[in-house]
């Protein structure tokens, strides 16, 4: 009894020769494109980059110059005899270190206001991420309903309602509402329900761990990169506001440095001096949000791979 040898199969190894044809022949194509779209992409970084470093070139320069300089010479390039200790050195003791003060009332202000902004902001977060409860959606969309309202819309209410309170022309009155976040409300919610595991909540419940622990032990720690994230954001907000300083306060020696170096610009027209002070300012307090971003920076791209796991 003879029994028939199996045939083979030849589809199965046309197709995949059939697929790796077709991949060959698209393969020129792809190589072709790459190049192309990874110089479109470097020339826009690179007119981007530009357009933010060429501002900051220009003040480093003019804080080198003296008042003369600033007119007479190129600029864009240093003077013959370049003096940028001396202009510090008039902008840290012209009228009794007045500028140490502002700049010691930026970092009050962005400090204390953008640490208990973030925190404030994580709890909200959390809370509406986590839990279910009535009137979570409400809550979610006045807190959405805050992040369209401009800034400039409520700083003449603020400034009528603080002053009835009797906060108005104080240290408060910029504090308070620094402490309001809706964007880090919204961004630490997305992220807690992303980060946070909700296996590792239960088990910390059965656990015996409180819901305040499990937020500063668990919940604190997966959403460190939201947390810094809005931190950075925050400071900056606070370090360059203007308007609300100009609004709430009346004393020259609690402006912040934005606050103050305006008030010293308005006096160029009448003392050309004046315009070398301010620009020594300004080169002073871009550095604080030039470290900052440095040192928040590495804990960030950290805090993005932390809760990665090999599969």
């Known amino acids: 009894m003879s029994v028939a040898p199996p045939t083979r199969r030849p589809a199965p190894a046309r197709e995949g020769a059939g697929r790796t044809g077709s991949v060959a022949s698209s393969a020129p194509g792809r190589t072709q494109r790459r190049p192309r779209t990874t110089i479109l992409v470097t020339a826009i970084l690179v007119v981007v980059a530009v357009y933010f470093l060429v501002p900051v070139y220009w003040v480093l320069v003019a804080a080198t110059k003296s008042t003369d300089d600033l007119f007479t010479t190129n600029g864009f390039w240093f003077s013959d005899s370049p003096q940028l200790l001396t202009n510090l050195r008039l902008v840290v003791s012209y009228d009794g270190g007045l500028f140490l003060r502002w700049l010691a009332n930026s970092f009050l202000y962005a400090g204390v206001g953008a640490v208990l902004a973030t925190y404030l902001a994580a709890a909200a977060g959390y809370a509406l991420g986590m839990y279910r409860f009535r009137g979570s959606g409400l809550i979610l969309g006045v807190v959405l309903g805050g992040v369209l309202v401009p800034a400039t819309a409520t ?90 300083p100009l609004v709430m306060l009346a004393d020259s020696r609690l402006y912040p440095v934005t606050l103050g170096l305006t008030t010293w610009r308005g006096q160029v027209d009448r003392l050309p001096e004046f315009y070398q002070l301010t620009i020594g300012g300004v080169l002073v307090s871009v550095v604080p949000l030039v470290v900052l971003m440095v040192l928040l920076q590495r804990f960030w791209r950290g805090g993005l791979t932390e809760g990665a796991v090999k599969a």
Do not use: K
């Not at 308070?176 to 809706?182: D, M, N, Y």
């Not at 656990?207 to 622990?213: C, F, H, I, P, V």
């Open 155 to 244: 700083a003449l209410p603020l400034f009528l309602l603080f002053s009835q309170v009797g906060v108005a022309n104080t240290y408060w009155s910029v504090l308070i509402p620094s402490l309001v976040s809706p964007f880090g409300v919204f961004l630490c919610r997305i992220y807690s329900q992303a980060a946070v595991p909700v296996s590792v909540v239960e088990a910390a419940r059965i656990d015996g761990a409180g819901e305040l622990r499990i937020f500063h032990v668990l919940a604190l720690r997966a959403m460190a990169p939201a947390l810094v994230t809005v931190l950075l954001f925050q400071t900056i907000a606070i370090w360059n506001n203007y308007l609300l």
